[in-house]
């Protein structure tokens, strides 16, 4: 079995999932499509052009599987992802040789779907139903974890409707993992070495799962339980949005030394109007004064954002506010797109769409300024001692790689190092050098030791 992953870290995730489905079935993950018995393009709506990505992967694909058939085989190609549950009836017209098509819902059936699909050659399959059960129950319990950091999903679907997006149509409802569903996935994760959770949803901090105690617990809540596991060192989450970012998950970052000082909080645009435009229900001031209040209580806290510029409307000025917002902020890092219309979304239906040649300028603009600021949050972090966690050996022997509160990559050179050092260890460190986008750094703790020996 092949899978392409396509967009998100929800994405990675569901990816990894279908992949245990498929195990459990007799499916080996393979590294290429040539000759694969299934290949599974996990796909994702939110970027521009994404559906037109996949229908020409689709038409590389329909030749292996006639190599495929020409050889006395068959390959079972499906298409799943945000892209398969908007376009579910459309991939199936212009691309007839995809014989399964699944949305983001259904892939706790995918066992079921492919025994179907084998015994039925020729008769397609469409599932992109929202299903009333919940889903979460079909995740399994007690994964294999690979490495030193898992995602672990808390929560899924949007009940925002931002005008842009289109996430709440494709995932669905919101809705949050009860406590101890997670904490029992946490506690497995950590058993089978896991040190770094990445808790996910599209609304993580919507988080509101039943807990325990009969409560609804919110994610500042969970946040605790978590780090009180043994072995679970690091916790993250993504992605934010500033209206569910609750009193309760600040005082977190302030009183849990696991949540990472790292937070992805996506702002979209430094204008009120075109804030109040996406229905972000929230002003550039707002999420000022909430900055100040995570910084007051995490000072060494770094913060990134998603912005789009080139929304319906946006004007120089508009786009000037976002300059000034981020300026003033100050990014460790950013993720910027040219706004896209979406079919079925309310703002790709607005009779002041930008021209491409206003969205390219500014995007090149607002780009430039981010990158600066990352590279200046990069360069402040040498000369500082940060815990680096190591996750694996480097290229060079003696080398391990881990990464640092902040998820920069830092190289540890040193034989002696690596055979007392395991993967999954915490090492206090002082950053020496940044190359390029890797940090260099000196184990603060295995200098002591030396002098301690000397
Ligand atoms: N839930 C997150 C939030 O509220 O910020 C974001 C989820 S979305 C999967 C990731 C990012 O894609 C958004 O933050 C936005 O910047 C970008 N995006 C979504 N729809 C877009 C569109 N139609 N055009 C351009 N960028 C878009
Ligand atoms: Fe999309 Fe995020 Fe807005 Fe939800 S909050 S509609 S996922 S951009």
Request: proline share 6%; glycine share 8%; hydrophobic share 40%.
């Amino acid at each position: 079995m092949f899978i392409k992953t396509y967009g998100c870290q929800m994405n990675v995730y569901d990816s990894e999932r279908m992949a245990e489905a498929l195990a459990g079935i007799g499916f080996a993950p393979v590294d290429a499509p040539d000759g694969a018995d299934m290949v599974i393009l996990n796909t994702c709506h939110i970027r521009e052009k994404a559906a037109e990505k996949v229908y020409s992967e689709l038409g590389r694909l329909r030749q292996l599987k006639q190599d495929k058939a020409d050889a006395g085989g068959r390959m079972i190609v499906a298409v799943a992802g945000c892209v398969a549950q908007a376009e579910g009836e459309e991939i199936q017209r212009r691309a007839p040789m995809v014989d399964m098509v699944f949305g983001p819902q259904t892939y706790h059936r995918l066992p079921e779907m492919v025994a179907r699909a084998e015994r039925a050659a020729g008769v397609k399959l469409i599932d992109t139903d929202f299903p009333a059960e919940d889903k979460f129950d079909h995740l399994p319990s007690a994964r294999g974890a690979k490495g030193v950091a898992a995602f672990l999903t808390v929560q899924e679907g949007c009940d925002k409707f931002c005008t842009f997006c289109v996430v709440p149509y494709t995932r669905g409802a919101e809705a949050s993992r009860p406590v101890a569903a997670v904490l029992a996935e946490a506690r497995a994760l950590a058993a089978a070495g896991v040190r770094e959770v990445t808790l996910l949803g599209q609304n993580v901090n919507a988080y509101h799962g039943d807990g325990p105690d009969g409560r609804e617990w919110g994610l500042g809540r969970l946040a605790r339980a978590l780090a009180e596991i043994d072995g679970i060192a690091r916790i993250r989450y993504t992605t934010s949005h500033p209206r569910d970012l609750d009193d309760d998950l600040i005082a977190a970052h302030r009183d849990v030394p696991e949540l990472m000082p790292y937070l992805h909080l996506p702002v979209q645009s430094g204008s009120d109007r075109i804030l109040d435009a996406m229905n972000r229900k929230h002003t550039a001031d707002d999420y000022r004064r909430l900055v100040d209040r995570l910084r007051a209580a995490r000072p060494d806290i770094a913060l990134t954002s998603d912005f789009i510029v080139g929304f319906p409307g946006e004007s120089d000025r508009d786009f000037a506010d976002t300059l000034k917002l981020v300026g003033e902020i100050g990014y460790a890092g950013a993720f910027s797109f040219k706004y896209s219309p979406r079919p079925g979304t309310p703002a790709a239906l607005s009779e002041s769409q930008v021209p491409e040649a206003v969205k390219d300028e500014r995007l090149a603009g607002l780009q430039q300024l981010l990158e600066a600021q990352q590279d200046a949050f990069n360069r402040a972090t040498v000369g500082r001692a940060l815990p680096v966690l190591i996750e694996k050996a480097g290229r060079k022997p003696g080398q391990l790689v881990g990464r640092s509160p902040y998820l920069q990559p830092v190289h540890l050179d040193g034989a002696d190092l690596a055979a007392d050092t395991p993967i999954g260890t915490l090492v206090e460190c002082r950053i020496d050098e940044l190359r390029r986008y890797s940090l260099f750094a000196t184990p603060l703790a295995a200098r002591q030791e030396r002098r301690n020996v000397a």
